[in-house]
């Protein structure tokens, strides 16, 4: 059983950047796939596809510049032991707004300029740069 699926699926992404893997293998939910969604949206990621054989996976193209990983830092900030919250006016800038941070509002899973601009405020769930 796994205890946070959100760390997984970030963890995954990092140490297959690490080994210069040009894809990686996820297991998807409507969660995770938002996060995907968002970091490909915001120039992150490549692509991602998720296909359903008996368990829905994602497979992640990753994106690299001149071989270097496009994604620096991907860190979990709020954990099932630890819950971090924000109101709108306390979502950080992440690296004086070159970075992005995912927020789950209650209106939807959205990158941390738009949960600012909607005036939402909500779970902090990671931090990349």
Same mark, same amino acid.
């Given at each position: ?19 210069? *893997? ?9 969660? %995770?796939?938002?996060?995907? %969604? ?14 359903? @054989? ?9 994106? +690299? +510049? !001149? ?6 830092? #991907?860190?979990?900030?709020? !954990?099932?032991?630890?819950?971090? +919250?924000?109101? *709108?006016?306390? #979502?950080?800038?992440?690296?004086? @707004?070159?970075?992005?941070? #995912?927020?789950?509002?209650? *209106?939807?899973?959205?990158? @941390? !300029?738009?949960? %600012?601009?909607?005036?939402? @405020? ?8």
């Amino acid at each position: 059983m796994m205890t946070d699926p959100i760390a997984d699926l970030l963890t995954r992404i990092r140490n297959a950047q690490l080994a210069k *893997h040009d894809k990686v293998t996820v297991k998807t939910s409507r969660l %995770r796939t938002e996060i995907l %969604r968002i970091l490909k949206e915001e120039g992150y990621i490549e692509d991602f596809v998720v296909t359903d @054989g008996g368990f829905a996976v994602a497979e992640v193209s990753l994106k +690299y +510049y !001149k071989s270097e990983p496009v994604i620096r830092n #991907i860190s979990r900030e709020s !954990k099932p032991g630890r819950r971090v +919250y924000v109101k *709108h006016s306390a #979502i950080p800038e992440v690296l004086g @707004g070159l970075g992005l941070c #995912i927020v789950s509002t209650s *209106h939807g899973v959205m990158s @941390g !300029k738009e949960a %600012r601009v909607k005036k939402l @405020g909500g779970e902090l769930i990671c931090t990349v740069y």
